[in-house]
């Protein structure tokens, strides 16, 4: 079904890409912000998958019509919800996957030397922003402002995380915000897993933060699920 | 098959949206099947299948896709095939649903809520905002719908199909019931409104050109002698009635006088 929409594949997976690409040809030669760049890139790209991919969908689903009909039918909605998760984490593991082999094949980026760590940070990831993309979701009034509200959040997360977790030398109180917010920790965990060979050991509150926004998104998702739109 | 028919927020999408259980009451009680709907239990919506006055669907999905998945809900499933032939979908089975006309999406909403074989069918105005030949083209699925034995709850604000599908209607204003029954017996033994009152007494209608041209209609609880008191007079000064018709009262006048009478009561 995704990849029956161009548009939609494209943006959740060609993009990442691309980034990747023209910043790996920008610093092409520079193997420390290499290193910063592909978890970085990574750790965007969950959160394309999950959290953006998830408000658009759920928005469109519900404003046309077709969460209502499902609910109409037997399909019990752990089941959807399960659907929908695991469409997500499968999504993502191609997309982790295909990072990781361009950072060894074209980055000089070793393979990861933690698998273990890169899994979990990945599944804890998709499902905290998989949970809030859902949540974020009820906020949303209508389809056609799904971008402006979608983006609002996203740009902003992405560059302020990227420039703490790239600059030592950001204001504290920036810090402070990319440290609380969950993309920030996820590419912590994603390098230490990829780059620096730091174990799941020395990043466990970066964990705690995504798995506490996770606890959040989840409660928000399911308990404002509205299966019909405005209409 | 059970009409509801009523004017535009007369509560018809409510009360069947109750009935599928979407809606809460807010007081009474309701049973379908034995179930109460609000307790969403899995065991009823199993039985029921649901056609919504706007329903959406994936844009990329076939119908045939669609319907396959959707009869994996249920656990006994028509024939995809079966169905596809029965909403005369088979030509477009593997057209992406986004590239399908109105009418063939309106087609794919009986499909979707035929496939798991359910015993009561919700059909919330299945015809609205279709032309004349698409509405013909619905209701033979409709009445295909009802020679596989199913019950079928349909809600209208077209009399005509109302008067064409239903075995039963109910009319109703401001959630209200005014009066319920065969559209046959409706039309024969209209109903007093307000109870009690004086008989409107829905009436036949004769209409002729007379010799100066002019339209005359003239309304009569006995058409047969009037018929007979006309083209004897006709006959005997050599005269024809030019353009004469008698016209049975249908279900809308039965809707005019009930729903007017229910406005003015409100009214006064």
Redesign the interface.
Known sequence: ?FW??PSAAFFNFVLPLLFLAAGGAILAGNQHDLDKLVPSIAGMSVMSTTFTALAYNIVF?RE???L??I??????SISYFGGVAANAVTNTALQIAIIVLAGRVFFGIGWPSHWGELIVFVVVGVVSLAALGVAFAHAIPNFESTAAYVNAVFLPVVFVSFYVFDSASAPRFVRTIAEALPLKPLIDGLSGAMVTGAGLGSHLDALAVIAIWGVFGLYLAVRGFSW?GS? | MFGLLGPNGAGKTTTVEILEGYRARTSGEVSVLGHDPANRSIELRRRIGIVLQSGGIYSHITPREALAHWASFYPHPRDVEEVLALVGLQEKADERSRRLSGGQLRRLDFALALVGDPELIFLDEPTTGFDPQARRAAWETVRSLRALGKTILLTTHYLEEAQELADRVAIVKDGRVLAIGPPRELMAHPPRHPPGGEAHGLRYKIAYRDSDGEMVERETDDPTALLHELTGEALASGRQLQELSVARPTLEDVYLELTAASSGERDA
């Open positions: 079904m029956r929409n689903l046309r019509g077709v209502k009909r609910r109409g039918t037997p399909l019990p019909e209409r």
